[in-house]
């Protein structure tokens, strides 16, 4: 038997992994009576994992009018991007202490991983090799609170269904890891957090690109949301014709 607490946390996963795959893309309602349903839950634990989600940014609560999946503006993507950046520049300089050469020698080459996969255009391997380079600082810091904090801003930033990769930025970004782990070899933490918070994390230095990611990402997923009413209206006219 589940108790309330690994359901709610089923749910979340659930409705999280929903949205990352693109069947619940931004501007789409969640029904809870439908969803509750479908899943064979009461909705104590759905309602639960919604106020999670509302809390991390990724839905809109609507009293007595529902629930929606959050889009993302540019004026959010900015003050994420703003906040990630302090975050993980202080990770590093929490870190340092414990990166011995073993550590250094790894965000190397996670860091030549990346660049491969972007030059050979894997980039399904390239965001997993980056989630791991970050990972390392995130893990090391020693703050865990840090860890719940930075990862679901991380998440809302890009976890889309089909992320819009430019190959170009993503070298860009790969060159910036490269001058980070060179800091962090010359003894340099404070240089290094430096470069991660106003250039590897900085709007302005990468606003061109930016604007082209989520300019990309909104047409795509204003198509599949065009697609899904289609089906929907699809649907609806065959219930009423009874066939």
């Known amino acids: 038997m589940l108790n309330l607490t690994s359901l709610r946390e089923q749910v979340y996963r659930y409705l999280y992994r929903e949205m990352q795959e693109g069947r619940l893309l931004p501007g789409s309602p969640i029904h809870m009576g439908d969803l509750s349903r479908q899943l064979g839950i009461s909705r104590t634990p759905l309602r639960d994992a919604l106020i999670y989600l509302e809390a991390q940014g990724f839905v809109t609560i609507r009293p007595r009018r529902g629930v929606v999946v959050n889009s993302l503006a540019l004026e959010d993507v900015k003050h994420l991007i703003q906040i990630v950046g302090a975050l993980e520049a202080s990770a590093i300089e929490s870190a340092y202490e414990r990166m011995d050469d073993a550590v250094l020698d790894r965000l190397s080459a996670l860091n030549s991983q990346m660049i491969a996969a972007v030059q050979s255009r894997d980039f399904e391997a390239y965001n997993c090799l980056n989630t791991e380079f970050h990972g390392v600082f995130i893990d090391l810091c020693g703050n865990p609170m840090l860890a719940r904090t930075v990862i679901p801003l991380k998440q809302r930033l890009y976890d889309f ?22 800091r962090l070899v010359a003894r340099d933490p404070a240089g290094a957090a430096l470069i991660m918070r106003d250039a590897h994390w900085s709007f302005s230095k990468h606003e061109h690109y930016i604007r082209r ?12 949301l065009g697609q899904q009413a289609a089906r929907s209206a699809g649907g609806k006219r065959l219930d009423r014709s009874g066939t």
């Open 161 to 182: 269904p089909r992320r819009a990769y430019i190959q170009e930025w993503e070298l860009i970004n790969c060159g910036e890891h490269q001058q980070i782990v060179e």
């Open 213 to 224: 990611f989520y300019t990309n990402v909104s047409r795509e997923i204003a198509v599949e």
